[in-house]
């Protein structure tokens, strides 16, 4: 079994990437890519001796980008972690990270909520997101789930949102490429996005050099796979799966726990890409 989309506490994961990785050799994974928010750190802190016998850790990123004033992520895939253009554009994302969440915490202080700040410091993380804020919203009683935090507070219309000034996806996409990895347009129905509007972020994508839509992934119904993977097809595009794995405790989001690709979409794989390292084959 094969899943191209998981997180660690590097970023907004709850396991160690040790952790991870031995959950998913349990759970049957062969391959398992790391894909943190704007951080390889994950990557650094494996060592060879960490992966168990006949499962193979793939190096992958998750870039936040803004695309029509929305946060469109954009996952890569065997990206050489040590690259410094993509090690560049992942400093400063991760800056910009920073500066929401100061931003956040500003407005939350406005309202009396203090203690953001002193919360985030004792986090592993290395790029701090609002998950982890809407974590913190929740410990100290101001949301009682994560949909609620976001949707009243860090969400486009919440109280406390602040925007970032991510990366274009074609800077995301020219990083990936300098690291020799392939770009993946991650979650496509999370956008919201009309059909029109879709195809224009999936053209735009391409040209730049982009190469995969993510067509399976958690708690996705049969209707939006066919739908994604027919556009897939249509578009000419590699067909990436992937959990998007951040915590045992939800369960529906769980390593592996994906739909196979449509049948018409199968030779599309993206394991079938030329790139596709023949180690991993
Ligand atoms: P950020 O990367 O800082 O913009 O934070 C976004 C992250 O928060 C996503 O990667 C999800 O893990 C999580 N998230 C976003 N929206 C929601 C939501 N409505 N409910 C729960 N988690 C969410
Ligand atoms: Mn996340
Ligand atoms: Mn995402
Ligand atoms: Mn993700």
């Known amino acids: 079994m094969i899943d191209l989309h998981s997180h660690t506490w590097f970023s907004d994961g709850q396991l160690s990437p040790q952790a991870l990785i031995s959950r998913a050799a349990t759970l049957g994974i062969s391959q398992l890519a790391i894909t943190d928010h704007d951080s390889v750190a994950a990557h650094r802190s494996l060592a060879a001796a960490d992966i168990p016998a006949g499962m193979q850790v793939i190096t992958g990123v998750e870039i936040s980008t803004l695309w029509d004033n929305r946060e469109i992520h954009i996952v890569g895939l065997f990206v050489d972690t040590e690259d410094a253009q993509l090690n560049a554009l992942l ?14 915490g500003l407005k939350l202080q406005k309202s009396g909520i203090t203690g953001l700040e002193s919360y985030l410091a004792e986090l592993p993380c290395e790029a701090i997101s609002r998950n982890h804020i809407a974590d913190f919203l929740i410990a100290r009683g101001h949301a009682s789930s994560k949909q609620q935090a976001f949707s009243k507070h860090l969400g486009k219309r919440g109280r406390f949102h602040s925007n970032a000034d991510w990366c274009s996806i074609a800077e995301a996409v020219a990083s990936i490429k300098a690291a020799n990895g392939l770009s993946v347009v991650a979650h496509p129905d999370r956008y919201k996005l009309n059909k029109i509007k879709l195809r224009r972020l999936l053209a735009e994508f391409t040209e730049a050099g982009g190469d995969a839509l993510e067509v399976s992934y958690s708690n996705l119904n049969p209707d939006t796979l066919k739908n994604l993977a027919d556009l897939c097809c249509e578009l000419d595009m590699w067909a990436s799966v992937g959990s998007d794995f951040h915590t045992p405790d939800t369960t529906w989001m ?5 739909r196979k690709l449509p049948a018409h979409c199968e030779s599309r794989a993206i394991w079938l890409h030329p790139q596709w390292p023949a180690t991993h084959r």
């Open 91 to 104: 400093k400063q994302q991760q800056e910009k990270r920073r500066l929401r969440a100061l931003d956040i």
């Open 254 to 258: 769980d390593l592996g726990r994906v």
